[in-house]
């Protein structure tokens, strides 16, 4: 096992230890029809909703970690942050990228999503972009029916620690508390 796995793997294990949860070593998971893995992770319940941090959920793919939970969006989602030629392929109408109102946050991220009327009314939101902010140097935040999931980089210069991994489960059991509201919620004015 490589370092940088058995660093994640005592990661998990305090997580475990202080919220909660079950860690296994290569598990049949499955949180939906559309996420299933046989890495190496961690699972619980909190807040009443399955939690699991899943290491290479991707198959063929060793450089990222995922927190997925079931959740049950009335919308799709689709969120990452900008790439350098992100705007070209938004000039040539091959991206779709929301803009949600607030100029730092609209330049940071590549949004995406249907319907795009709920999707913005959700990032809108000044504590949605907090918890997406919170979640720090992550690849892709998705959601879907049946799960919402944010994949992180993993790699042998990445280190976490137990507190960075705790901020990130709560932030996601938030994004997904929240995005499972969207469309029963009065807007905001």
């Known amino acids: 096992m490589d370092w940088h796995v058995r660093q994640m793997m005592e990661v ?93 946050f609209d330049r940071d991220f590549l949004i995406g999503g249907r319907p795009e009327g709920d999707v913005k009314q959700f990032l809108a939101r000044r504590e949605v972009q907090d918890w997406v902010k919170t979640l720090g140097d992550f690849h892709h935040l998705a959601g879907d029916q049946g ?10 210069k990445t280190r976490y620690e137990p507190e960075d991994l705790r901020v990130r489960v709560v932030s996601m059991l938030r994004l997904a508390e929240a995005v499972e509201k969207v469309g029963l919620e009065a807007p905001r004015m």
């Open 12 to 104: 998990l294990r305090g997580v475990c230890k202080d919220v909660g949860g079950e860690l296994y070593d290569s598990p049949s998971l499955n949180t939906s029809d559309q996420v299933e893995s046989n890495s190496p992770g961690w699972h619980a319940t909190l807040s009443g909703r399955e939690v699991n941090v899943v290491l290479y959920d991707v198959p063929g793919a060793r450089d990222h970690f995922s927190i997925i939970m079931n959740a049950w969006p009335r919308i799709t989602l689709s969120l990452r942050r900008e790439e350098r030629f992100d705007w070209l392929k938004k000039s040539m109408g091959k991206l779709q990228d929301v803009q949600v109102g607030n100029a730092d």
């Open 147 to 156: 799960f919402f999931r944010a994949t992180f980089p993993l790699t042998p």
